[in-house]
C-alpha cells in the first residue's frame, strides 16, 4: 500500500511568485499531489501560462496579479483566495527580486528599500494574512518562505539582498514558538543554485559557471522541481511535527 502522508486532496496551498521559476516548480508539485493552488504574480502573461500547466494536474488553479510588497493588495488577494478556495491549508512566501550593487559603499538607499520592499515586507503581508486565516478558522497550517543561501554565507555586493534572506529565517524561527499552539508550523527553505530566470544572467556567464559548477559536489544547476519535493512535504501532514528548521537544498554546495 502507497503511503499515504504525502496526499494533498482536500488541501489549498498558496505560492507566491508561483508563476515561475522555484515558485512554479512548488507548485507542479503541489497541484500534482492533490491540492488546490493559487498562484500570486505580477505578470499578467506569466501567470496565464502558469495556470494552464498546473491545470493540467486536473485540479482548481486560481492565478492572481499581487505585488507582495503592497499591503492592501496582499489583505485582497488573500480574502479573494479564501472566497473562491474555500481556504488556504499552506502558504509559501517565494516571491522576491535579487540584488547586487556595484559594491556596498555605492548602495543606494533606493536599491536597498527596493529589495526589501518584496523579500522582507512581502514576506511579513503574507505570512501574516495567512497566520490570520490559520488562526481564525482552526486546524493549524503550514507557513513556509524561500530564503537563500546568501542568508548564511557572505554575498559581497549583496548585503541588501542577503539582509532580506537572513531576517526571514529568524521571522520563521519565532513564528515557529509563537504559533505552534494553534497548529500552525513554520519553516524556511534556502534553496542553492537553481536555474530561474533570476539566475539566468549569471548561469550564461562563462567565468561565473566555470567557477561555481565546480563547487557543486552534484555536478549540475539545480532545477525548480527539485524543490518540488520538499514543498509537498511542508504542505503535507507528513510535517506535522516539523517546525522553525531551515531546509537546504542545494546538491551539497554549501557543505563542499
Known amino acids: 500500500m502507497a503511503y499515504t502522508g504525502f496526499d ?4 489549498t496551498a498558496l505560492v507566491t511568485g508561483g508563476n515561475s521559476g522555484i515558485g512554479l516548480g512548488m507548485a507542479e508539485a503541489l497541484a500534482a499531489a492533490g491540492a488546490q493552488v493559487s498562484i500570486w504574480g505580477r505578470s499578467e502573461e506569466k501567470n496565464r501560462a502558469a495556470r494552464a500547466a498546473l491545470e493540467r494536474y486536473g485540479t482548481t488553479v486560481l492565478a492572481l496579479e499581487c505585488d507582495v510588497g503592497d499591503e492592501g493588495e496582499v489583505e485582497r488577494s488573500f480574502s479573494r483566495v479564501v472566497s473562491e478556495l474555500g481556504r ?3 502558504c509559501f512566501a517565494n516571491a522576491g527580486v ?9 548602495l543606494t538607499t533606493e536599491e536597498w528599500h527596493r529589495v526589501l ?7 511579513f503581508f503574507t505570512l501574516r494574512a495567512a497566520a490570520r486565516h490559520m488562526i481564525e478558522r482552526g486546524g493549524g497550517g503550514s507557513l513556509v518562505v524561500t530564503s537563500s543561501l ?15 534572506k537572513g531576517a526571514v529565517i ?15 508550523r513554520a519553516n524556511a ?12 544572467p549569471v548561469f550564461n556567464w562563462d567565468r561565473f559557471r566555470d567557477k561555481v559548477l565546480p ?3 552534484a555536478r549540475r544547476w539545480g532545477l525548480p522541481s527539485d524543490l518540488g519535493g520538499l514543498a509537498v512535504y511542508l504542505a503535507s501532514d507528513a510535517s506535522a511535527y516539523h517546525t522553525g528548521d531551515t531546509l537546504i537544498v542545494d546538491g551539497g554546495y554549501s557543505i563542499f
Open 117 to 123: 520592499r518584496i523579500n522582507l515586507d512581502g514576506v
Open 170 to 184: 529568524s521571522m520563521v524561527k519565532a513564528l515557529a514558538v509563537e504559533l505552534a499552539r494553534y497548529g500552525i
Open 150 to 164: 546568501a542568508a548564511l554565507e557572505g554575498q559581497a555586493r549583496g548585503e541588501h539582498y542577503a539582509a532580506s
Open 215 to 217: 563547487r557543486i559536489p
Open 8 to 11: 494533498l486532496s482536500g488541501k
Open 88 to 90: 488556504v491549508d499552506a
Open 98 to 106: 535579487a540584488g547586487l550593487a556595484p559594491s556596498f559603499v555605492e
Open 189 to 200: 527553505v534556502l534553496p542553492g543554485w537553481i536555474e530561474s530566470p533570476m539566475t539566468e
